[in-house]
Each structure stands twice: as C-alpha cells, then as structure tokens.
C-alpha cells in the first residue's frame, strides 16, 4: 500500500475487484449541466424528453460513467492511481433515482511500468449500462524503497 492506502503493483493481482455505487440525484444531473456546460433537453427538460425514445429524462453518460473514476480513485487500485485511458460503451440509460454500481476488475498488470489494465461496468438494478476498459498508472513499494536507499548513501 502506498502512504495514501492506495495499492502499489505489488499489491495487485488479475481477478482483484471492487465496486464503488452511487445514486444520481437530480441535484447531480443539475450540477453536472452547470459544471459540463451540456444542457441537452433530454437531461434537464421532462417535457421534451417525454417526446423522445427515452420517454422521460436520463443521465448525463459521462455523468454516469464518472462513478468508475471513483471507483478507481477510492478502491481499486485507489488514492494515488492515474487515469490514462477509459474506453466506454453505453448500453441502456441511466435516469434520476437510479444507482449506479461501478465495478472494476483487474484484467492485466505490467509491474515494470506501473501500468494497471481494468475492466470497468457500470450497471443499474442489475443490468449493464456501461462496458468499457481502463489503463491506469500506479506506484510501487519497490521502486520507492530502492530510491529511499539510494538517497540514503548519498
């Protein structure tokens, strides 16, 4: 663990998950068109969403799919992990109310460059809304011991 309580390389092993969930509220749906600048009629107004396929207003996508970024920020691999890459595929919408569960799932680790491959999914009672794949960045114990020592013979 690093000093954060994040996992180091040496921590992780394939098959290692966690999940992080989150109801999106409508105050979040709100914030999110603020903060993004998309106020799209199909997230902020009931009238015209009602018109379209939906048949009701949904979710922001990245909005929904911002709940991986906490699972990876407060699980796995956790504090001190950098995102480098997210592939996403949405697959159903997300509406005010809904929880969405965040899982990610260690699919592959490259030790020597500190480089973590994730599946990630997110879904809502029990069906997929998101598929995608993640590459993160973490520290390591050996590595930061090694530059301890070497700092200390100098």
């Known amino acids: 663990m690093n000093d954060l309580n994040g996992y180091d390389i040496e921590d992780l092993a394939v098959g290692m998950s966690a999940t992080f969930s989150k109801t999106i509220t409508e105050?979040?749906?709100?914030?999110?068109?603020?903060?993004s600048?998309?106020?799209n009629a199909i997230h902020v107004n009931e009238e015209y969403a009602a018109t379209t396929p939906f048949k009701g207003r949904i979710a922001h996508g990245f909005l929904s799919a911002s709940v991986i970024s906490a699972a990876v920020a407060n699980r796995l691999p956790g504090p001190g992990a950098i995102y480098m890459d997210q592939r996403l595929k949405f697959l159903a919408p997300v509406?005010?109310?809904?929880?969405?569960?965040?899982?990610?799932?260690?699919?592959?680790l490259t030790p020597?460059?500190?480089?973590?491959?994730?599946?990630?999914?997110?879904?809502?009672?029990?069906?997929?809304?998101?598929?995608g794949e993640a590459l993160v960045k973490v520290g390591s114990s050996v590595r930061r011991a090694a530059t301890l020592a070497k700092a200390a013979l100098i």
């Open 95 to 108: 509406r005010p109310g809904d929880t969405v569960h965040a899982t990610v799932r260690v699919r592959e």
């Open 112 to 131: 020597e460059r500190g480089r973590v491959v994730l599946e990630t999914t997110c879904s809502v009672r029990g069906a997929v809304v998101i598929d």
């Open 37 to 39: 600048g998309d106020t």
């Open 27 to 35: 105050a979040d749906i709100v914030l999110f068109a603020g903060v």
